[in-house]
């Protein structure tokens, strides 16, 4: 079962704006990840929040948790064409065995350049 | 180079057939993972392990099985009862214990049917 989805489904952004996804879960967590795709290659991990933190920043991203909604969002300040990829969240849910993460269906950015 | 390496990159399956698909990590992780992919879709969990010698099922274990004989190995078996086999194959590890959460992912492996 998908924990998280994501929203929009797909967005297409010209170069230099900002780009923001939205992630929903559904029981409480300990974690919330972001992660990378590129087409047909593996996941890269972006960046983590703990559910105790409200707001993180790595570089151009800035991820925030409000756990009381159940959400968080990814935002990607001045995009890039080189960030045109999938994006997913993954939670890690509370009492969880083995560290293991549930991921939602994925964001598919475009930034047109 | 320190990673997590998967084996090949495509693979061809008949029907009625077992294929073995390969992962490996020089990571020193102990926990491993195998997740599968459908186009345009998010990743689902087939099996895990978090020790050699032991594995868990996860969501869609049903038509796969896997292995752990040494830490840095975790095969996973498509088997002939796996009727949708068409896929792309992903294989994470990670380390076991408190804030240790991020998974460290291979680069895939998309298995078709012919």
């Known amino acids: 079962s998908q924990q998280g989805e994501e929203d929009p489904q797909a967005l297409s952004i010209q170069e230099g704006e900002n780009a923001t996804m939205n992630c929903s879960y559904k029981?409480?967590?300990?974690?919330l990840q972001w992660y990378r795709q590129n087409s047909g290659r593996g996941l890269v991990h972006l960046i983590l929040?703990?559910?105790?933190?409200r707001e993180k920043h790595s570089g151009r991203l800035r991820v925030t948790l409000d756990t009381s909604k159940k959400s968080s969002s990814l935002l990607i300040t001045a995009s890039r064409a080189a960030d045109t990829a999938s994006y997913f969240c993954a939670t890690e849910p509370v009492n969880n065995a083995g560290n293991m993460l549930t991921f939602g269906g994925g964001t598919r950015l475009m930034v047109k350049p | 180079d320190g990673g997590i390496t998967q084996s090949p990159k495509y693979l061809f399956r008949k029907e009625g057939q077992n294929v073995t698909l390969s992962c490996e990590q020089n990571l020193n992780h102990d926990a491993m993972y195998w997740y599968r992919q459908d186009p345009g879709q998010g990743l689902r969990l087939i099996y895990y392990s978090q020790i050699v010698n032991d594995f868990q099922k996860g969501d869609i274990a049903e038509g796969y099985s896997v292995s752990r004989e040494k830490k840095e190995s975790f095969p996973l078996t498509v088997t002939s009862a796996q009727k949708n086999p068409t896929a792309f194959y992903l294989c994470a590890s990670s380390i076991v214990g408190a804030n240790q959460e991020t998974q460290y992912f291979g680069p895939g492996t998309r298995l078709l049917v012919l």
């Open positions: 929040i703990r559910s105790n933190e």
């Open positions: 029981t409480s967590i300990n974690n």
